[in-house]
């Protein structure tokens, strides 16, 4: 079984950048692709971006600011996201999609974007 851990989450002033990182871990993880959802209170879950062993796809409403990377066969992505904005405070939740399994989720890091 997988687990994810995700870090990165900080309290960051509008403008500034900031890096999140996710890792899986387990047995034979097959893993295909990873990316990065988030969750404000009272909205619904919002799909960012996803990366997979050829190619990056991202939500219209964060492409340009948010870029996502990292090595699917090293088991870890990470999510730049520049320019915050206050409407970009959110749970930020990494997922992992692997070969005849549903889809595994992370627990969440809290970014809070506040002057």
């Known amino acids: 079984q997988v687990q994810l851990v995700e870090s990165g989450g900080d309290l960051v002033q509008p403008g500034r950048s900031l890096r999140l990182s996710c890792v899986a871990s387990?047995?034979?993880?097959?893993?295909?692709?990873m990316g990065w959802y988030r969750q404000a209170p009272g909205k619904q879950r919002e799909w960012l971006a996803t990366l997979t062993s050829s190619n990056t796809n991202y939500a219209p409403s964060v492409k340009g600011r948010f870029t996502i990377s990292g090595d699917i066969a090293k088991n870890t992505a990470y999510l730049q996201m520049s320019n915050l904005k206050s409407e970009d405070t959110a749970v930020y939740l990494c997922y992992v999609d692997q070969n005849f399994r549903s889809r595994t989720w992370g627990q969440g890091t809290q970014v809070t974007v506040s002057s």
């Open positions: 387990g047995s034979s993880l097959n893993i295909y692709a």
